[in-house]
């Protein structure tokens, strides 16, 4: 089947009792049983939700994955993927990675004795020369967050086959419609839901899909033990939004385009950072892993205090955390996403305190180039 096709239909069924096509939202901690071990499947609302099995087994089809595992949030997803590994461990992982992944392996799991090295990993020798003889995993930010840096993911996945590591791919900001890791090579595939794959800015989640069945053992178990999980309301809000994830992602793209290319000649800025852009040094790249350039568009003004000012101006970009959204949204990296990482290394990346990121939604592109324009106008 066609993704359109999948992304609606895949995982669902009709209701037994009504017939009702969407899957509903079973709203329940626990379940009738029959007898003593004897129930339909489902024993307790942590374990196992209908709803949420409903969206776990979408998913997975999407990433093309064997199994998926809904979490409470994107980084709860991660956790639960660390929490298949030791004490002792050692991991690469993208240098310009999301704010919250690298405060949750610098701030919370070297106290347990995990090490990471953060290396550019569009680089392969950068990968390579990080490589341990203990290195479980490369964990791989593909578009980065804020600066759209791309991996080779195929390159990658060969790099750690080679060396008996794994590789997990966070796939958020290209969204399976554009970009699988899995096909690529990778053995896990990670997601904030709460941004395109739910795409209306109301519910926050994450997925975790695994290449091959084996996994589903060890992650659910994972998954149960420790109940971070995704509740029955959420997974139904986030299995509607992936019903229109493909037409949502070809407006996003092409509002995304036309404000990327307002920008690029645009004297009031002293860089742009887009996949499609002339000067991005990965646009064949881009072309051939993900056949677009997504939605997020970051550039650069002269300091923080200008960045303020352009800030503050916008009408119809709201200033919030997060992306993904239908709403355009407008941030600053530095002071919000990525606060958590120390100024020297947020420097050193590029996440100066001119960078602004915009999340284009899918309003009329004609309001949107007009508040940007006007936003500049400082």
Not at 43 to 69: H, I, Q, S, W
Not at 254 to 261: K, L, M, T, Y
Not at 269 to 280: A, E, M, V
Request: charge should be negative.
């Amino acid at each position: 089947m066609g993704f359109a096709t999948d992304a609606i239909h895949a995982g669902q069924w009709a209701d037994p009792l009504s017939g009702a096509v969407m899957v509903p939202i079973y709203q329940t901690s626990t379940y009738k049983q029959e007898g003593l071990g004897n129930h339909k499947g489902y024993e307790y609302a942590r374990t196992k939700n209908p709803t949420r099995t409903a969206l776990e087994d979408n998913l997975a089809a999407l990433e093309k994955g064997a199994v998926g595992f809904a979490f409470a949030s994107g980084m709860a997803a991660i956790n639960a993927l660390m929490s298949l590994f030791s004490s002792g461990d050692h991991f690469v992982v993208t240098a310009n990675t999301y704010g919250g992944t690298f405060r949750l392996f610098d701030k919370i799991l070297t106290r347990f004795g995990m090490t990471f090295d953060y290396v550019d990993t569009s680089n392969l020798e950068a990968v390579k020369g990080a490589l341990k003889s203990n290195t479980k995993m490369i964990f791989v930010e593909t578009p980065t967050n804020p600066l759209l840096t791309l991996t080779d993911i195929a390159q990658i996945a060969a790099l750690a086959k080679q060396h008996g590591s794994l590789l997990c791919v966070d796939n958020t900001f290209a969204t399976p419609y554009r970009q699988r890791p899995i096909e690529l090579g990778a053995d896990f595939v990670v997601h904030s839901t709460t941004k395109y794959i739910n795409g209306h800015s109301d519910s926050v989640g994450g997925i975790l899909v695994a290449r091959e069945a084996s996994w589903s053992e060890p992650i659910h178990f994972i998954q149960n033990s420790a109940g971070a999980i995704l509740g029955p309301m959420d997974s139904w809000l986030t299995l509607r939004g992936i019903k229109t994830l493909a037409v949502r992602m070809d407006r996003h793209e092409s509002n995304g385009r036309a404000i990327a290319q307002f920008l690029e000649d645009d004297s009031r800025i002293d860089r742009i950072y887009y996949p499609g852009s002339r000067d991005f040094p990965q646009r064949e790249l881009a072309d051939s892993q993900m056949g677009s350039y997504g939605a997020i568009v970051s550039f650069v003004v002269k300091d923080i205090d200008r960045a303020k000012l352009v800030l503050e101006r916008f009408r119809v970009f709201t200033l919030a955390e997060s992306l993904g959204g239908v709403e355009s949204l407008v941030c600053h990296p530095a002071v919000m996403t990525h606060a958590s990482v120390p100024f020297d290394i947020r420097e050193k990346l590029g996440i100066v305190g001119g960078l602004i990121r915009l999340s284009v939604g899918i309003e009329d592109i004609d309001d949107l180039i007009s508040d940007l324009d006007q936003a500049l106008s400082v």
